[in-house]
């Protein structure tokens, strides 16, 4: 192909039909100056991932985000309403991640887009002095000129819904850098010495607040509903704190920790004063029994000593669960690399990143995902 050659491709394409893609091709689609649009969806289906967010409910946004009132409007404008509870997490009004998904693929298929399903990406490259400034190679070695590029992706959380990782590999082949990932938003594991002295207390849950220490210092802290397994510890506030466990850690070191208060609220003192005037009751009334008995147990049955294990009961952990448990990835291309207005890149023109391939990482409550539709809404206007 050379500039005289016509020019059989798209004017723009978007690889990742999950959230932050659809998102940009419905906006796309919708200017009036937008031209031949392909989405390319690895998985046989587009929003395959949605359907698992928010335990089949899909958080959508939360309150506090960033853009929201603009994700909501979008979503408005394809028959999306929202319901806000607790924390200020947004949901869909029919309470359903289905009819999030299905909302979001018919408003694409209303504008007439062309799709490709099931088919991988394998290759990306740069064509300097073409027309076509992009070249995709497909997994049956089928290949096709964009113009306009829009990596999204995603990240590498959840290989079960085809998130592999794709993306990073064309970023950097692009020449853009990768800021090191990992899973986040994910279970965090004991050390092998803890899993033993732990797990009398597989399946207890908690309301409590916890610490994530590095070598002693504090690192984080969240408050909420914890999980006790065989493995390690589960829950909302363990997935927030390991968006902060250290990348040293795959290399077994530092000593890192999580101190749980498991009654928040309450004083030491005040505990401690309740077991001795109920002569011996412990702390039964106030916690599950399965870890009253190991708080009695530790603290030898001293009442100042088990109400100090119960405002700061540590446990030494080793690292995260993997991929396939993560809800998010904690790493990417960093926002210095791109326009942070337009979601282009800074370093080759007509180049475009949204969604979880992008480094920032959230806490749970809708933001994540609202970060995919803000930044697929911004890509999309600027392709």
Same mark, same amino acid.
């Given at each position: 192909?050379?500039?005289?050659?016509?020019?059989? &491709?798209?004017?723009?394409?978007?690889?990742?039909?999950?959230?932050?893609?659809?998102?940009?091709?419905?906006?796309?689609?919708?200017?009036?100056?937008?031209?031949?649009?392909?989405?390319?969806?690895?998985?046989?289906?587009?929003?395959?991932?949605?359907?698992?967010?928010?335990?089949?409910?899909?958080?959508?946004?939360?309150?506090?985000?960033?853009?929201?009132?603009?994700?909501?409007?979008?979503?408005?404008?394809?028959?999306?309403?929202?319901?806000?509870?607790? &924390?200020?997490?947004?949901?869909?009004?029919?309470?359903?991640?289905?009819?999030?998904?299905? @909302?979001?693929?018919?408003?694409?298929?209303?504008?007439?887009?062309?799709?490709?399903? &099931?088919?991988? =990406?394998?290759?990306?490259?740069?064509?300097?002095?073409?027309?076509?400034?992009?070249?995709?190679?497909?997994?049956?070695?089928?290949?096709?000129?964009?113009? !306009?590029?829009?990596?999204?992706?995603?990240?590498?959380?959840?290989?079960?819904? &085809?998130?592999?990782?794709?993306?990073?590999?064309?970023?950097?082949?692009?020449?853009?850098?990768?800021?090191?990932?990992?899973?986040?938003?994910?279970?965090?594991?004991?050390?092998?010495?803890?899993?033993?002295? #732990?797990?009398?207390?597989?399946?207890?849950? =908690?309301?409590?607040? @916890?610490?994530?220490?590095?070598?002693?210092?504090? =690192?984080?802290?969240?408050?909420?509903?914890?999980?006790?397994?065989?493995?390690?510890?589960?829950?909302?506030?363990?997935?927030?704190?390991?968006?902060?466990?250290? %990348?040293?850690?795959?290399?077994?070191?530092?000593?890192?920790?999580?101190?749980?208060?498991?009654?928040?609220?309450?004083?030491?003192?005040?505990?401690? !004063?309740? #077991?001795?005037?109920?002569?011996?009751?412990?702390?039964?009334?106030?916690?599950?029994?399965?870890?009253? @008995? $190991?708080?009695?147990?530790?603290?030898?049955?001293?009442?100042? @000593?088990?109400?100090?294990?119960?405002?700061?009961?540590?446990?030494?952990?080793?690292?995260?669960?993997?991929?396939?448990?993560?809800?998010?990835?904690?790493?990417?291309?960093?926002?210095?690399? $791109?326009?942070? %207005?337009?979601?282009?890149?800074?370093?080759?023109?007509?180049?475009?990143?949204?969604?979880?391939?992008?480094?920032?990482?959230?806490?749970?409550?809708?933001?994540?995902?609202?970060?995919?539709?803000?930044?697929?809404?911004?890509?999309?206007?600027?392709?």
């Amino acid at each position: 192909m050379n500039n005289d050659e016509v020019f059989l &491709g798209y004017d723009a394409l978007i690889i990742g039909g999950g959230a932050a893609g659809l998102a940009a091709a419905i906006t796309y689609l919708r200017r009036k100056d937008h031209g031949s649009l392909l989405l390319i969806e690895a998985n046989d289906v587009c929003g395959k991932k949605l359907l698992a967010t928010g335990n089949g409910r899909c958080n959508i946004s939360n309150l506090s985000a960033d853009d929201y009132q603009k994700t909501k409007e979008f979503f408005e404008s394809i028959g999306v309403l929202f319901r806000v509870e607790a &924390g200020g997490r947004v949901f869909p009004m029919s309470g359903q991640a289905a009819s999030v998904r299905d @909302a979001l693929v018919y408003a694409l298929g209303r504008k007439q887009a062309e799709t490709r399903l &099931g088919v991988r =990406v394998l290759n990306v490259e740069k064509c300097d002095g073409l027309e076509g400034k992009f070249k995709l190679v497909f997994d049956n070695d089928s290949y096709i000129y964009a113009r !306009r590029l829009l990596i999204a992706t995603g990240g590498k959380a959840g290989p079960q819904y &085809g998130c592999y990782g794709d993306g990073f590999n064309f970023a950097r082949k692009l020449g853009h850098s990768v800021e090191s990932i990992r899973p986040a938003l994910v279970p965090i594991i004991y050390t092998d010495e803890e899993r033993g002295r #732990m797990a009398c207390l597989s399946g207890v849950r =908690v309301k409590s607040r @916890a610490e994530l220490l590095v070598n002693g210092k504090r =690192v984080a802290a969240s408050e909420g509903e914890l999980q006790f397994t065989d493995y390690g510890l589960s829950g909302i506030i363990i997935f927030d704190l390991s968006t902060m466990m250290p %990348k040293s850690m795959i290399e077994g070191k530092p000593h890192t920790e999580i101190a749980i208060d498991l009654v928040p609220g309450e004083t030491e003192e005040g505990l401690a !004063r309740l #077991m001795s005037d109920n002569e011996g009751f412990w702390l039964e009334g106030v916690v599950e029994k399965k870890l009253s @008995a $190991i708080l009695v147990r530790e603290g030898k049955s001293e009442a100042s @000593a088990i109400a100090a294990l119960a405002k700061r009961f540590v446990v030494t952990v080793s690292g995260t669960k993997g991929w396939k448990e993560a809800q998010a990835t904690h790493g990417g291309v960093p926002v210095s690399e $791109i326009d942070e %207005k337009t979601g282009e890149s800074l370093f080759l023109p007509g180049l475009f990143f949204a969604g979880e391939i992008l480094a920032p990482v959230y806490i749970c409550g809708g933001f994540n995902l609202n970060h995919a539709w803000a930044t697929g809404l911004r890509a999309g206007g600027y392709l």
